[in-house]
């Protein structure tokens, strides 16, 4: 028998009894049979757990990256902060300028009111005699008398 | 990558011949079942983002290791204990592993059509796996991988961590072993 019939043939003899092997295999215990169903479950449970793990290591890893993305912009952020206290001090400014303008219109208006009646004929003691005032009501609602 | 379902099917369709084999190895059915199991849960936790078809290769050798740890913690094990053991009685030594009273209680296949044909093919059974347990391991390992496992001689060679021409000498030596004991005992498969 030359080498290349004694390797197939001692193949076949292997396959042959591996194969009483597998019949033996098929037919474990009860018990043995089910420890390994449940070692087998508890296995791929692990694997599971892994790939859910990695998911959420993948997922914290992004939000730090985020996270670090917004440091590295800081310059960006201190320019957007100082855009706001800019704005912020505009309206404040923007306030205040309002309020003078305000309180310039009422004195102007105050001062314009104090000018004519000082400027009238009338003594501004007239305007509080209530017999005078009553003359003014009726002259008004007849249109006769106006004061000037 | 494996997906669960993959990874649950290709260990379903290798736990049994994983256990029988680590029971021809370790010779106890206890220790055979956590070797499996741990090789399962290291297989999962670190190896399941393999593609499948490198699953059968990566647990091959995850087995080989992890059997190969047991031998060597039952190893330091014994060195520790062994003052202890020469206290123990003769009873107790009774309870080591026996061949003879292993064989007689493996499982047989159930065929119910021929008597004749079921005890035969019990009696091959018993023999063949007598002989595969008086196998030298490294032998009985290459052997049972190479063709249990239907594994080339250079997937085996890679499982075991040893030349490709180990695996053929192991092999070969395993098959003439194996085929001479049968055949002195009048079998023919």
Request: glycine share 4%; with cysteine.
């Amino acid at each position: 028998m030359n080498t290349s019939e004694y390797l197939p043939a001692m193949d076949r003899f292997g396959y042959k009894i591996t194969a009483r092997l597998t019949d033996a295999a098929e037919c474990l215990p009860y018990d043995v049979s089910e420890r390994l169903r449940a070692a087998r479950v508890r296995a791929v449970d692990q694997r599971k757990w892994v790939l859910l793990q990695s998911a959420s290591e993948v997922f914290s890893h992004t939000s730090a990256g985020s996270a670090t993305a917004g440091h590295g912009n800081s310059h960006t952020a201190w320019w957007n902060r100082l855009g706001m206290a800019g704005l912020l001090l505009i309206l404040v400014v923007g306030l205040i300028a309002i309020n003078v303008i305000q309180d310039e219109l009422g004195a102007r208006e105050l001062a314009e009111i104090d000018t004519a009646i000082l400027t009238d004929d009338l003594p501004p003691a007239a305007y509080v005699d209530p017999g005078f005032a009553q003359f003014l009501k009726l002259g008004n609602r007849h249109g006769a008398v106006t004061p000037n | 990558m494996a997906s669960p379902a993959e990874l649950s099917d290709f260990l379903k369709s290798v736990e049994k011949r994983a256990f029988k084999r680590t029971v021809y190895h370790v010779r106890n059915d206890e220790s055979a079942l956590d070797i499996v199991q741990d090789s399962m849960m290291k297989l999962a936790e670190h190896y399941g983002h393999k593609p499948s078809d490198e699953l059968p290769m990566l647990f091959q050798r995850i087995l080989s290791n992890t059997t190969l740890d047991w031998f060597r913690r039952q190893k330091v094990k014994n060195t520790l204990f062994s003052p202890f053991s020469d206290f123990q009685s003769d009873a107790e030594d009774g309870d080591e592993f026996d061949l003879l009273e292993s064989l007689s209680q493996a499982e047989v296949a159930p065929e119910f059509d021929n008597p004749q044909t079921t005890r035969e093919r019990a009696q091959t059974l018993q023999a063949i796996e007598k002989e595969i347990l008086l196998l030298p391991q490294r032998q009985r390992e290459a052997f049972l991988m190479r063709y249990w496992e239907d594994m080339d001689v250079t997937e085996t060679a890679a499982a075991m961590g040893c030349s490709t021409g180990s695996v053929k000498t192991h092999c070969s030596r395993a098959i003439h072993t194996l085929f001479q004991a049968l055949t002195s005992k009048g079998i023919k498969l």
